[in-house]
């Protein structure tokens, strides 16, 4: 008599994540057509930004603000760090006010929609704490001025921009994880419930014929076209 094997937890997480997240959706070998819209490449622009920050950031982390003041090179990757921060943002904004008036949240897409933001939000801080982590008078003088800042709402005693070695850890180590780990969760809910498509035509065509119709009918003086004719 044969004894049945028991399953083991790892075929169960497989088999949910398969279920959850087929090969076919992970890895797709095609796009629908309406991904054509130039509003549809600023997600993939932002991602692009976001690896070049966390290349750039590790090799400046790893050389030390000695390299990155005094050197050819770490003038390079810094001005490349910075440049991808601020190519970040201003990508992120329009992706953001992109998917925002196209109701992005639609067909139960609100947690894309909500790890998106939360991901902007968190790398706010994140790009605070890398200016007050330069370890030049730049940093000297906006560390004291968001100091004052973070006094008046009360979390000075929590978030202390003067402490370099406190802002250096959230930057390098902390918030960045938050932003990938965001990122990554953003990344695969977009997969698993498919990019949000444009709104119908017919609900575009509805609103505009129900808007002209009782225009056409106010006016006294207008009369059929085959009226006309006759």
């Known amino acids: 008599m044969s004894v049945p094997r028991k399953r083991s937890w790892t075929a169960a997480v497989r088999e949910r994540a398969v279920l959850a997240l087929p090969p076919e959706k992970l890895l797709p070998d095609s796009q629908p057509s309406y991904m054509a819209s130039w509003i549809y490449i600023f997600g993939v622009l932002s991602l692009t930004s976001l690896v070049l ?8 982390t790893l050389k030390g603000p000695g390299w990155w003041h005094f050197t050819g090179a770490g003038h390079f990757f810094n001005s490349i760090h910075l440049w991808a921060v601020e190519l970040f943002f201003f990508f992120m904004v329009i992706h953001l006010w ?25 790398a706010i801080p994140c790009a605070l704490t890398g200016y007050v982590s330069q370890q030049n008078f730049d940093s000297q003088f906006i560390s004291t001025q968001a100091k004052d800042a973070m006094n008046a709402a009360g979390i000075g005693s929590f978030f202390n921009l003067t402490n370099l070695g406190q802002m250096y850890s959230y930057h390098v180590l902390l ?5 990938a780990a965001l990122v990554g969760a953003h990344i695969v809910l977009v997969r ?39």
């Open 98 to 122: 992109g998917k925002y008036w196209m109701a992005a949240w639609r067909g139960g897409r609100a947690r894309v929609w909500i790890t998106g933001a939360v991901a902007f939000v968190v």
């Open 192 to 230: 698993k419930h498919g990019i949000v498509p444009p709104f119908p035509l017919s609900n575009v065509e509805a609103a505009s014929a129900s808007t002209a119709e009782p225009a056409s009918k106010s006016d006294p003086g207008s009369t059929p076209a085959a009226e006309r004719a006759a």
């Open 53 to 60: 920050i966390i290349a750039s950031g590790g090799v400046l």
């Open 175 to 179: 918030l960045p994880l938050a932003v």
